[in-house]
C-alpha cells in the first residue's frame, strides 16, 4: 500500500511539474505532450507487486477487501496485489524473560519468582497471532506473561514453601512445564523450556529451610556413621571366623599327618624280618672289611688274599 501511494503522489506531482513552462520571463501551465513522462511514476508500482519474506518468518497478507488471509506465505519472493500488504512475523525461538512473577503456596506463603521462557510461534497459526497481537511484543504482554503467571499459580498451591524450594523443587518445575505446554498449544505456541533463574520466599522461611538441611545432613551423617561402624563389625566376624576355619584346617592337617607317619612306622617295623635283620648285618661286615668264616673258629681279613695251596715249610 506504501508503495501506491507513492507512485500516485509521484505521479500527480510529475504532472504537474512538466506543465508549466516558462516563456519571454513568464510562467504559464498547460497541457503539454511531455506530461506523458508522469506515467514513469507508476514503475513505483512494480515495487508493490511482491513480497519478500525472510528466513525464520512467515508472511501475513493483508487485504483491504477481505481482510487477514488464513494462509501464510512461506520463505521466499510472493507476487501480489499493489493494494494488499504483507506484514512479516518471526518464527525463530523466541526468549522472554519475566521478573514480575508470584505464587501461593498450599500454606498461604508467596514466592517471588524469575523465569526465562522460550517459545515459538507455529506456522500453521501465526495468521491467528496476528489477527489478535499484530506483534510479538503484543503477544508477550498479552499472552506469554499471563500464562506463565497462571500455570505458575496453579501449580505452586498444591505444594508447601518449604517442598518447592527443598526435596521437591524438580517436581513442582517439571509439573509447570507441563502445564505450560498445554497452554501454549491451545494458543498456537510452541514451549521449548522455562528455567527459574531466582525463587525468592523471604529471608525467614529460607533461614527455616537451611536449618532444615542442617538437621537432615546430621542425621544422614549419622546414620551413615551407624552403617560403617556395623560394616566394620561385619569385616571382623568375617575376620574372626575366616581364623577359626583356618586353624580348624591346620588342625586337622596335622592330625592326618601324624596318622600317615604312624602309619608308615607301623609298615617298617612290620616289615623287619630275623632274615632281613642278618642280611642288614652280613652288609655292615662287608662294608667294614670283614668276614666270617663259615664252619670255622678263625676270622681273616678279608682285604687279605687266601691261597687254596697249603704253604710248605722247609
Known sequence: MTYVTISVILTI??????????KEGIVA??????????LLGAIVLLFSCYAIVPANNVGIQYSPFSGVSD????????????LDTVYMLSTEVQTQSLNDLSGQTKDAQYLLI???????????????????????????????APTVQRSIESVTTKYNVIDILGELRNEVYTQI?????????????????????DTDAGAAI???????????????????????????AQ????????????????AETQVIEAKARAEANRLIAASITPELIEMKEAEARMIHGW????????????????????????
Open 29 to 38: 501551465w498547460k497541457l503539454r505532450g511531455r506530461q506523458g513522462l508522469c
Open 235 to 250: 569385616k571382623r566376624v568375617v575376620e574372626a571366623q575366616a581364623d577359626q576355619e583356618k586353624a580348624r584346617i591346620d
Open 71 to 82: 494462509e501464510t506465505l512461506p520463505e521466499g519472493i510472493h507476487f501480489k496485489n499493489p
Open 177 to 197: 512445564e507441563k502445564d505450560l505446554q498445554a497452554r501454549f498449544a491451545s494458543n498456537g505456541v510452541s514451549f521449548y523450556s522455562i528455567t527459574f533463574t
Open 206 to 232: 529460607e533461614s527455616a529451610i537451611q536449618a532444615e538441611a542442617v538437621a537432615k545432613k546430621a542425621v544422614e551423617t549419622a546414620e551413615q556413621e551407624r552403617l560403617r561402624s556395623e560394616i566394620e
Open 114 to 144: 524469575e523465569v526465562d521462557i522460550k517459545y515459538r510461534v507455529d506456522n500453521d497459526n501465526a495468521f491467528e497471532i496476528f489477527k489478535q497481537f499484530r506483534t510479538l511484543e503484543n503477544m508477550n504482554r498479552s499472552l506469554i
Open 291 to 314: 668276614v666270617t668264616v663259615t664252619g670255622g673258629t678263625s676270622i681273616v681279613d678279608a682285604r687279605t688274599p687266601v691261597s687254596s695251596t697249603p704253604e710248605i715249610s722247609e
Open 13 to 22: 506531482a510529475l504532472f504537474i511539474a512538466l506543465g508549466f513552462s516558462k
